[in-house]
């Protein structure tokens, strides 16, 4: 897919709903009992992974439109699959359920596609083990495929190296079958989505600073889950609208959960125009419209307890600050090297080829601001932040720029292309 650089894009627009609620709606609702209704639900190709992976395990999901009728069993409600389970592209979907299947009567199998048999699971293993369950990759090298069989589990207090909330949900949804409380304590906050709705299902827990404590359950209930629009995919939108002259766009309904709003405080230190309108809280998750004008960017620093906020939103930062006088500096962002590519090395080669002046690091990008950028080819790696972070700069930049797998923006945004468009004809 080609782009050029456009005179602006202005109008308004709507994203999805939010990928990481979207799928715990429908994890929850399976053990919950009764129907859980989730309206806004991002059928992207990793949530409907999730999906897939639980109507295996007997859990009769309905679609209807952009509803999702989830008619749960119970906590014990699940059984086993005939097949093994795949996970698609969805590192969300392979560590989150991990953490169910640990507790469960029954063994089961994980797997995904080549991303996924790459991206660590260590991560997620050692906790688990921890608390009794047998997990093991059957490759040997602590990736998927993972086999999990079912056991007796204890809870633990762990200690997370990262603050990641895959890692801290996994613990969490298999401490709801625990013996005894489970906490996990993390260096930083990780998004907090999965102990804002396990409480709205009727689950005991609390935090405490960095920790989550939660007490075992004994019965979730169903919800009505409204889910607000993904910041994530925000982001591709509110940086175009500040780094492209003549923009000016409103995005409406945007989850601006304060442990996922950290783009919205780098666009303000980066002198953005920008202003949070309609604010409101549904489902226990904050919202707003969002207002965006062109605007005269500077350089930042981005690091430390920010980081776990925008950890999706560093591409589309970089790519931003590449249209910034002075330095931009990414720190503390390692994270980025084991997500569905290496995307600091693969954001330093795309924006080198673009003509910018970047630098990696071994935990960020160092992007020195102000030179033109011209078109390029750039190779996705199959990764959906990456090509659509470059087709938002292929329209701030002189020539053409030619985005090699450009179909991987179905994994979160399948109409991606199609709101840009309509933007660039605003």
């Known amino acids: 897919m080609k782009f050029r650089k456009c005179s602006g894009l202005r109008g308004e627009i709507r994203v999805p709903g939010d990928k990481s609620i979207s799928h715990r709606s429908v994890m929850l609702g399976s053990l919950a009992k009764g129907t859980t209704e989730i309206h806004h639900f991002l059928?992207?190709?990793?949530?409907?992974?999730?999906?897939?992976?639980?109507?295996?395990?007997?859990?009769?999901?309905?679609?209807?439109?952009?509803?999702?009728?989830?008619?749960?069993?119970?906590?014990?409600?699940?059984?086993?699959?005939?097949?093994?389970?795949?996970?698609?592209?969805?590192g969300t979907t392979t560590?989150?359920?991990s953490g169910i299947l640990a507790a469960q009567s029954f063994t089961s199998t994980l797997t995904g596609d080549a991303s996924i048999r790459k991206r660590p699971m260590k991560r997620i293993m050692t906790p688990l083990s921890q608390m009794g369950a047998r997990i093991r990759s059957l490759a040997g090298n602590d990736c998927a495929p993972l086999e999990i069989t079912g056991s007796a589990l204890c809870g633990i207090h762990y200690q997370s190296p990262v603050a990641s909330a895959q890692v801290k949900s996994a613990i969490l949804l298999a401490g709801l079958y625990a013996e005894g409380e489970t906490r996990v304590t993390e260096p930083y906050i990780s998004r907090n989505h999965s102990e804002l709705m396990l409480k709205s299902f009727g689950a005991d827990i609390r935090t405490e600073g960095t920790?989550?404590?939660l007490r075992p359950a004994r019965e979730l209930y169903a919800q009505k889950i409204l889910v607000p629009g993904d910041i994530s995919s925000a982001a591709f939108f509110l940086a175009a609208g500040v780094m492209i002259?003549?923009?000016?766009?409103?995005?409406?309904?945007?989850?601006?959960n304060p442990t996922r709003d950290g783009i919205l405080h780098v666009l303000k230190a980066m002198g953005a125009d920008l202003t949070l309108i309609n604010e409101e809280t549904h489902s226990g998750e904050p919202t707003a419209d969002i207002l965006v004008r062109s605007s005269s960017l500077h350089g930042t620093v981005i690091e430390g307890a920010i980081i776990p906020t925008l950890i999706d939103e560093l591409p589309m930062i970089a790519a931003m600050a590449c249209f910034a006088d002075g330095d931009t500096i990414i720190r503390d962002a390692a994270e980025l090297k084991v997500k569905e590519s290496n995307r600091i090395q693969v954001m330093v080669q795309g924006l080198s080829a673009m003509g910018?002046?970047?630098?990696?690091?071994?935990?960020?990008?160092i992007i020195h601001g102000g030179r033109p950028l011209h078109g390029a080819v750039i190779d996705s790696r199959s990764d959906h932040r990456i090509a659509m972070t470059f087709a938002v700069t292929g329209c701030g930049v002189?020539?053409?720029t030619e985005i090699v797998g450009?179909?991987?923006?179905?994994?979160?945004?399948?109409?991606?292309?199609?709101?840009?468009?309509?933007l660039m004809n605003g």
């Not at 002259?245 to 601006?256: C, D, F, K, Q, T």
């Not at 910018?356 to 990008?365: C, I, K, S």
């Not at 450009?406 to 292309?417: H, L, M, T």
């Open 211 to 213: 920790t989550a404590i």
């Open 95 to 97: 560590r989150l359920i």
């Open 406 to 422: 450009a179909d991987c923006v179905n994994i979160s945004y399948p109409g991606f292309y199609q709101d840009l468009e309509q």
């Open 43 to 90: 059928q992207g190709a990793d949530c409907l992974s999730t999906i897939s992976c639980f109507s295996a395990m007997g859990i009769p999901i309905t679609i209807q439109g952009s509803t999702v009728l989830v008619k749960g069993k119970g906590l014990f409600g699940l059984h086993e699959p005939g097949q093994v389970m795949d996970c698609g592209n969805s």
């Open 356 to 365: 910018a002046d970047v630098e990696e690091t071994d935990d960020g990008m």
């Open 398 to 400: 002189e020539g053409e």
């Open 245 to 256: 002259p003549g923009s000016e766009l409103l995005v409406r309904n945007v989850g601006i």
